[in-house]
């Protein structure tokens, strides 16, 4: 059974920064990408970064990129997301996904494509 439990968020202010976690199970990292996803009240789910598998290329949305970094530790089986100089406009509940690559090319931020899920974390960037 393939299980992603986010955990790291919270309330933070304007200009702070959290490190999200995606702790994974049931499959392994070298053969999936993962994918942080993020979803505010009334919008859309929109991809964040994801990382690809085995050589783990990388890929950010445009309105992260220079403030997050996603990361990934094969042994410990988690995915993370360091978020830096957070805004109120990041306000959302954020999620991880996996996505099978049988093949090892660069992942992809839609959310179309992700299989499985986690259950989300609420980041609140707020004075």
């Known amino acids: 059974q393939f299980t992603l439990v986010e955990s790291g968020g919270g309330l933070v202010q304007p200009g702070g920064s959290l490190r999200l976690s995606c702790a994974v199970s049931?499959?392994?990292?070298?053969?999936?990408?993962i994918g942080w996803f993020r979803q505010a009240p009334g919008k859309e789910r929109e991809g964040v970064a994801c990382?690809?598998?085995?050589?783990?290329?990388?890929n950010y949305a445009d309105s992260v990129k220079g403030r997050f970094t996603i990361s990934r530790d094969n042994a410990k089986n988690t995915v993370y997301l360091q978020m830096n100089s957070l805004k109120p406009e990041d306000t959302a509940v954020y999620y991880c996904?996996?996505?099978?690559?049988?093949?090892?090319?660069?992942?992809?931020?839609?959310?179309?494509?992700?299989?499985?899920w986690g259950q989300g974390t609420q980041v609140t960037v707020s004075s």
């Open positions: 996904a996996n996505e099978f690559l049988p093949v090892q090319r660069r992942c992809i931020l839609t959310p179309s494509v992700y299989s499985y």
């Open positions: 049931g499959f392994s990292l070298d053969d999936y990408a």
């Open positions: 990382i690809s598998n085995k050589r783990g290329g990388t």
